[in-house]
């Protein structure tokens, strides 16, 4: 005891730091090291983790969910009508992005969508009428992530729609996405107008057909070289899809030229793709959720093997627990506005299209895509910041995936639910804003995170999963 | 001076570390900055650069031939025969990369595309009658720099070879380079067997007038935007043009589709751009070049307006000094190997590529291109500091084209002679190593650095043209 009164002392503090600005005042050394309590001291989440911390189980059970989600081989294989492709649709049923929701919750984008997909359809012959439809009940809402397809922003799927036939050849599901109609007034931001509805007519009775036979006489085209590809030019294939689309169209338009079809049919598909730096995202998405796909339904696994929103709630399955859905408020995104649009006009976040992030690209990729910080603000190094940072969360580096601004190391992959907990750290989402309001578009793009509160209740029926 | 010997010495060294070291084990603190002397110490370089330094006008002269470089606004408007186009061209001469070189004096790899050209030509039915017309001196050769050309490698353009001609619309004057073969055994690097010349007839024959009528039907494609939206694809425009070859295949393909030709031309004009991700490269030098034809011949300006290699020879031109080259012995590059090849069937550095580095891309924008480390060798870091240490040697920062990991910052550009003679830092080069045979091809890649020797030479002209 006369040694440590006698002696100068170093202090570790944790917790409040006012503690640490007392004891500095006194002339010591102190240490105050970024800590909090692991579950934001929640005790029955804590518990949780406790009891999945190291248990042989899980981390089994992760590595086998991990593995699967690396061997997966997604390949763009077809067009297909949604009704005709997609395991479980209905003839009077529309999809939509994000966990269960009823049409009386629904945000005004995700509402003006269904009622396009409803005029689109021809079951309805005005947008009131469409409305008092959708209210009925006689029209049925799922989520597109409950059939294994993926759609960004409202996400609308209807039976008439074409969509991506994406195959993983190693474990031999199907993934499905919409097509991206590009920027503006499109139907996933809600837009029901005729110029929009016009455009997915033609999507469907031209543009997919035209693809449909290029990918056919190529016998598919592999997403993850080309994905990995493009991370090398500075996409994260979430919001940049400049290069990857660039690269599919390499491969598309020999395949496209040589079809014999009218010379004026080519050239519209061609342009309309090679008009759209977005065109590649809703097969980044097909793809990622093949991969996800792969790593569902492993008992004791931790993983994370779906995120999604529906702009009203955040939502995040893991392997461990099958098909239930843990929820929290949607949260708002930070980031850059258009001209004349504010925060007060967005919409929370909304779209399946974090399964990138789900996958370890997008936001965990963004090291890749320095260039993307002028579209959802900061600075090239958070880019950097971002990607190592989801290192802390994540069960391994993909080598698939690699990183050329971390000296081609492989980005951040499998999210382990425990470790979100455990530090807090939430998985990082880059992504577009929605006007709040149905058919205005895209108003801005930034960056958010994932609600902890999704994680926590996640663990929690996890850890209730395992016995002892 | 009491307090001197009393006090504890702070010391600065500069040159010599071993005086730092001795002060250091007597216990003093000793600072040694990185520092040599200027111009390396030469004496009459050295008073040249003095006799310079701060001069108002050279500092005028650079501003004007700086302001001129940036205004410069090329576009690709066209194909033409190299005799028909290039100003000075003659019926029997063939033009090379670099200074001024006799045939006696060339590289392997220039000889051989030399004999390639003059079989092309039909000047000669077989290599060797090839071989002997070109040491008869019935052959004028002339560097392509001469007349507002620019070539890799060997850089060989003979008159009835297709060019691509770019022009500034800015400053009025017209630019020029061949086209790109691909890779493997082609004429750049001194091949000349019966593909090579049967693929160089092709190309004459048929993809240039393809391309030429395409050119036409959209009235010509801007460069400098192309290459900036590439520099933040991944590209730096010299040794990696994937980004950049996919936006002008976007441009050129809608173009191509509409002309009214044979199908099968379209599609094999497309799938020959689109199977070699260099192929934009002659055109980002040819728009290099008239950024830098634009900044020549301003009296008293120091700024760097050409540099080339012809195998043998390193060569570079100021503006204030005209056409004459000051030249050193081209350097060894230092880099990655392709397998089964070593730095002993290496050729020192060669070609009108540089013109890149001196137009501010290429190595200058390489912090643009972290993914070329693995093809020029390197890490991640490499690339942003040798983009970063450019700016020490150059008189701005290029706002046109931007480098999304350094923040957006303009790259840097309009090489300084002083400040390269001052500071000792030499310009940053990647770029391809050929076989020191002829026909062999590229076997690498790597960095080096013009030679100091051209700077001191064209420094000491430049000051004998000043008045004080």
Redesign the interface.
Known sequence: MSTLFGDKLAIVNLGLASFADAAHTQGADVIHPEWQPPAAGERDTGLALASLFQHPKVEAANQQAYTAYLASQPAWVGMDRALAAIPGMGARMILHSGPPIAWGEMCGPVQGAIIGAILFEGWADSPAAARTLAQSGEIAFEPCQHHHTVGPMGGIISPSMPVFVVCDSEHGHLTFSNMNEGLGKVLRFGAYSDDVLERLAWMRDELAPVLGLAIASVGGIELKPLMAQAL????EVHNRN??AT??L??KL??AI??LDID?EL??RA??FV?ANDHFFLNLSMAACKAMLVAAEGIPGSSMVTAMGRNGVEFGIRLSGTGDTWFTAPAPVVHGLFFSGYSADDAAPDLGDSVITETAGVGGFAMAAS??I??FVGG???DALAHSLAMREITLGQNPAFTL?????AGTAAGIDARKVVDTGIMPVINTGIAHKEAGVGQVGAGITHAPAECFHQALRALAATIAD
């Open positions: 090398h030019m500075g996409d400049a290069a660039g690269l169209l390499k338009v020999p030229l040589r010379a080519k050239a061609i342009e090679s320095p260039a910080v002028r600075a090239a190094s050329p601004a971390l000296d081609f």
